[in-house]
């Protein structure tokens, strides 16, 4: 599903130029559940970014369900996202004056998907992630868990190849933490690939397979035996 | 293009909009208050501009006074101060010397310039009333309405000196009652009896006739007072494309070679030039439009210039909403698209409504001063003026967007996320 072969990444800060990625090399197969680690500046944000194709690497390939992912402008860069990709971030990054399923509805939209249909689908998500009473709020009515499963709803909604969630337990408590984890894992059993940055130890052993980034490579890259999140819950 | 018509867009829109109230409706206060001035000054203007109209329609708007009165300076033997006195013979030749004239006709007139009004009587009812001698042809010069089954002096009037006349409204309601038709009856004035074929309706135009006037014929005029060949004063009516003030110079110069006046003599012939003064007056109604005109325009374009500001804030504001949409799969020109249709439509929403609350004062002011003597009528704007102020609103608004939508996708959708 996602194939990176020699990746660089630098970032100019004034006259120095800081190298960041430092030539990574991983595939992830379909139906994964990936966890990249690492401590902050070891570079798994980056990865994620280029893999997102919100950030292009300097160098090295990267191919998506066999489509090489290389020089793309900013028009097919929001297509491709719209396509392949689902995005949950930390901060939720909800939009304030739309209600949850509004939310969820976004990325259809962009598919040039009607209303209707749209709201249908919607709603089918956010049944999914068990918000179906909390479709018409706000997010500012919602708590912090309700509004990462609306998130994970909406990065649900276009039915991407590979959903990327970018310290998605990061801003919530453990108890939640878990919920949100389990509903990951329920979306990863129904064959979804998803990739998962992180920097919790607990987080990260509940995916399939670790990625240990440091300092811009790869320092480890190991099989765990998942550890269920329902049980905490 | 096809985005425009489609209903998923503009639900999108309406959704952005609606839900930012404040926003919105600050936005929209700013380009409303420009038309609304905009509308507001420029209809007034053209009322300002038909009231000017109306008023002048009763008179030739290039017609002209002109009376004698007495030399300054001495010339060919005369000496300084003799009294003037303009004669019918003075007619044909002002007629034949000077093209410019259209029509001319001669008037006298008693109980107007300080001597005593004529007495008036029918039976039992009297009073006293200026009388004014005059040809048909003073109705082309200065309209006179006449009531219906009456008619104003004709040639024939004149040819036999017949003893008719018109009377004015006021005189009608003094002297008959209500329900008397004045219409073939006789009245006397000044001992004579003249049968009325007229009452004339009064309309204020300037000038010093009043709703009593009575027109009797010149010839007959003669006869009754005695006048012989003098001539009160004259009004003249210029061709419309003359220039009215040189033909009022070339008059006075005509009758001072006939008189033997001095030709630099500035006070031996008084003239009143209508044509100037109503010229002075629409040029200050025009300057009012034009005035009215690039006022408003500068209104709306601050109004608009307000509309990109708040929506430049805005998409600061936005920054992160506009950074996820596009990590959803918004282009950049979607979302330029989505900003840019945000500001047209609320400066054709807020032109709209600046539009119709600009015609609903027009039309209030308009049914306040209805009637009243204030020059000031039928203010309209000009169809082509509303659709061009709609118009340059669009182009303005579609401008003025470009502006902020440029700026929200200048910044990466990574930049955009990660700002908190």
Redesign the interface.
Known sequence: MIEIKDLHKSYKMGSNSLHVLKGINFTAESGELVAIMGSSGSGKSTLL?IL?M??EADSGDYTLDGVPIKNLN??KA??Y???FLG?I?Q?F??????SAM?NVA??L????I??KERQERAMKYLEQVGLKEWAHHLPSELSGGQKQRVAIA?AMA?EPKVLLADEPTGALDSTTSYEVMDLIQKINDEGNTILVVTHEDDIAHMCKRIIHLKDGVIEKDEKVTQVRASQYV | MNFIFDKNTWQEIFGSIGKNKTRTVITIIGVLWGIFIYIALSGSAKGLDNGFEKAFETVAMNSMFVWAQSTSMPYEGFKTGRQLQLKMGDVSVLENRVPAIQNIAPRNAKGVFGDEPALVVNGQKSGNYAIYGDYPVFTKIATKKIYDGGRFINDDDIEQSRKVCVIGERTQSELFDKDEDPIGAYIRVDDIYFQIVGVHKFTPGGGFETDSDIFIPFTTFRKLYNTGDNVGWLTIAAYDDADVVQAETDVKSVLKSIHRVDPEDERAFGSFNLGEVFNRIMGFAKGMTFLSLVVGIATILAGVIGIGNILLISVKERTKELGVRRALGATPNEVKSQIILESVFLTVIAGIMGIILGAATLSLINSITEGGDFPYANPTVPIPYVLGALVIMVVLGTLIGLIPAQRAVSIKPIDALREE
């Open positions: 970014n997102g919100l950030d900013e028009t929001a297509k996202r719209n396509k995005f971030f901060s990054n909800l939009i304030n004056y739309k509004e976004l990325p939209y962009y598919q040039k009607p209303r909406r276009a």
